[in-house]
């Protein structure tokens, strides 16, 4: 069997089939966006991506500083995707012979201004030559009260679907550079078209874990009953929800917030706006749920959108279209183990 048609999380359901902890300490193991590990009434969170030059990020549009920064930010994500916080990470690199110096000390700038923002501590990790390009991994461990972690399997029926921020901004900006790199080819003193486009470049490149919408939560007194953040597509990213809570959902299409400038730019392509932003990955916005009860504090809630309800797993998953008709829920997020091009983190 092609390790393709199972596709990233088949493969990781097939290899860690059985695999029960042995350890009392060891709370949730491989399924969520981190471990939890208990220590007393805190609960410690793991987790890991490795990064490789070709698949998952492209040197000739990627500053290395700013490949540092968003290397420790997607860890972060994942700890803000558990309501907790990140305390500490690892690095460990792959470095080819083409890399100087001057080249890692960058990328370590990248990555130690985003510990500086976001108040991490970078603790240790490896380095190793490598003969295919950069390799980056990053382990990062964070921190949650044990009655305040939110996995993806909580979701119930009636529950309130919420998302931070805007979708579809990063894949607009990877298709921009993408564009951009093609045009260049061969020209000498190529100045790239990036003007009224800067904040899809910025989303691609540079994104913020959202640090800010769990402290929201947090002063609101909600505790969210499910949360994933957003790095392969809303569509991938609500099913796995539906499937580990075994619920269905209706999200709406008029709902799901969408900027101006990735609007023009799906235009400018002639691609499907609403397909982009289901799809295409790399936001880093929360997606979450939360009782129905919550529906007033939500709205108020800054950089917050409810964009759908959770139903009984016999409806299905699908999105009502603006003329009202359903659409079924694919994953159609990107793959990275059948995925024949590159794409960034």
């Not at 023009?264 to 609403?274: K, P, T, Y």
Request: glycine share 8%; with cysteine.
């Amino acid at each position: 069997m092609e390790i393709s048609e199972l596709g990233e999380f088949g493969l990781i359901d097939r290899l860690t089939k059985g695999l029960d902890p042995v350890n009392p300490s060891t709370i949730k193991g491989v399924g969520d966006d981190c471990a939890i590990l208990r220590n007393h009434d805190t609960d410690i969170l793991v987790t890991t991506d490795l990064l490789l030059e070709g698949v998952h990020f492209d040197l000739t549009y990627v500053p290395i500083k700013h490949l540092g920064y968003k290397s420790a930010i997607v860890n972060f994500s994942d700890v803000y995707a558990m309501n907790g916080r990140p305390k500490q990470i690892t690095v460990s690199l792959g470095i080819s012979k083409r890399f100087t110096v001057e080249h890692i000390e960058e990328l370590f700038a990248g990555i130690r201004l985003a510990c500086e923002i976001y108040g991490v501590d970078l603790v240790g990790g490896d380095t190793t030559s490598s003969r295919q390009g950069l390799v980056i991994s990053i382990t990062c461990i964070g921190e949650a009260p044990a009655d305040k972690v939110v996995k993806r399997s909580g979701a119930k029926d009636t529950d309130l679907i919420c998302v931070s921020g805007d979708l579809g901004a990063a894949y607009m900006g990877l298709q921009l550079l993408e564009r951009e790199k093609v045009a260049s080819a061969g020209q000498k003193d190529f100045i790239p078209q990036f003007n009224g486009k800067e904040y899809l470049v910025e989303r691609q490149l540079k994104p913020e874990a959202r640090r800010d919408i769990i402290e929201e939560l947090d002063k609101a007194g909600i505790v969210p009953t499910s949360m994933m953040d957003i790095s392969d597509g809303l569509s991938s990213e609500l099913l796995h929800i539906c499937k580990q809570s075994d619920t269905g959902c209706r999200i709406y299409e008029d709902r799901i917030p969408i900027d101006y400038q990735t609007a023009i730019m799906a235009e400018e392509l002639e691609m499907n706006l609403v397909t982009a932003a289901l799809n295409g990955g790399e936001d880093y916005e929360l997606l979450f749920t939360v009782p129905l009860h919550y529906h007033e504090q939500i709205e108020k809630l800054p950089g917050v959108k409810l964009i759908g309800h959770i139903t009984k797993p016999s409806l299905g998953c699908a999105m009502i279209t603006r003329d009202g008709a359903e659409i079924p829920l694919r994953a159609q997020g990107w793959n990275p183990l059948a995925a024949p091009t590159t794409k960034p983190e």
